[in-house]
């Protein structure tokens, strides 16, 4: 009877074992604040699937001391602050509304708002605001060529340059895929001529002045040949070009669509609640 019982405990000695090696560990404590316990399975829930177990171990330990901080800022909020000041029921009502409002707009915007703004549309918002599309800096269409000084072929390089035919350009890019350091082809591109001159060996200090003298400019330093050929310019304070400014332009119809399609959804809201008489207003002595 003994060997019995014997048998009967240490079977269900291995079941404890088995059970706690095989679903217990994924949800050992991995550490405690106070009363509150973090468990392995939701370190695991934001871990990244298929990283290498150093990984894995660093990220883990990072989670946890982070855990730790804010489970400790909360206990010290908890002790130090009044009933009243932790009475956070009226913040989580507005955010709630404030998230559910935002969610539903959001999905109205999807369904209804029209979102196509043609080239027409563009076009006469331009013009109509031309005052508001000054440049804040000088841009470029311009191709800029840095060469290796022992492999550049200055004359080769000038005639592809000259040629902003597709095929002209194509041809430029396999040379200069073979022999260029650095090279932009922005011939149909605006850029900014802030960003381009940072590759130059030398500086320029009146961008106005080199614009308007120099159409095709060559640079020379000890290691590199430099071309740059600038194939259309704009100062700053000059309008910017429609090209520069049609996506800016886009985005700002969308937005102007996006208020005044928001404030009919909310007037119609409010209508609809004043046929069917979904609310009313109390007569008070200050009316």
């Not at 560990?25 to 695991?44: H, I, T």
Request: net charge negative.
């Amino acid at each position: 009877m003994f060997k019995g019982r014997f048998t009967y405990g240490f079977i269900i000695f291995l079941a404890v074992i088995i059970v706690g090696c095989t679903s217990d560990s994924a949800d050992e404590p991995l550490a405690s604040v106070g009363e509150k316990v973090l468990y392995r399975s939701k370190v695991e829930e934001v871990l990244p699937k298929g990283i290498s177990t150093e990984d894995s171990v660093s990220m883990s330990n990072d989670y946890i001391d982070k855990w730790i901080k804010q489970e400790l800022l909360i206990q010290k909020a908890d002790e130090n602050l009044s009933a009243e000041q932790k009475d956070l029921r009226e913040e989580l009502e507005e955010y709630r509304n404030s998230l559910i409002i935002y969610k539903y707009k959001n999905e109205l915007m999807k369904q209804r708002m029209d979102t196509v703004v043609t080239d027409e549309q563009i076009e006469t918002y331009y013009n109509n605001n031309q005052s508001n599309f000054n440049l804040n800096y000088s841009i470029v269409k311009a191709t800029f060529v840095m060469i290796p000084g022992e492999l550049a072929n200055p004359e080769l390089v000038k005639e592809l340059v000259a040629d902003t035919s597709p095929e002209g350009l194509d041809e430029l890019r396999d040379y200069c895929g073979q022999y260029a350091k650095k090279v932009n082809i922005s011939a149909d591109e605006w850029i900014s001529f802030q960003a381009l001159k940072k590759n130059f060996p030398a500086e320029v200090e009146d961008d106005a002045r080199f614009l308007s003298r120099n159409q095709l400019y060559e640079m020379n330093d000890s290691n590199y040949y430099y071309l740059v050929s600038i194939h259309d310019y704009k100062l700053t304070n000059d309008l910017a070009p429609i090209d520069f400014v049609r996506n800016n332009i886009k985005n700002l119809i969308l937005n102007q669509r996006k208020i005044r399609f928001l404030k009919e959804i909310e007037e119609n809201i409010y209508t609809e609640g004043v046929r069917k008489k979904k609310f009313r207003k109390y007569e008070t002595k200050t009316n």
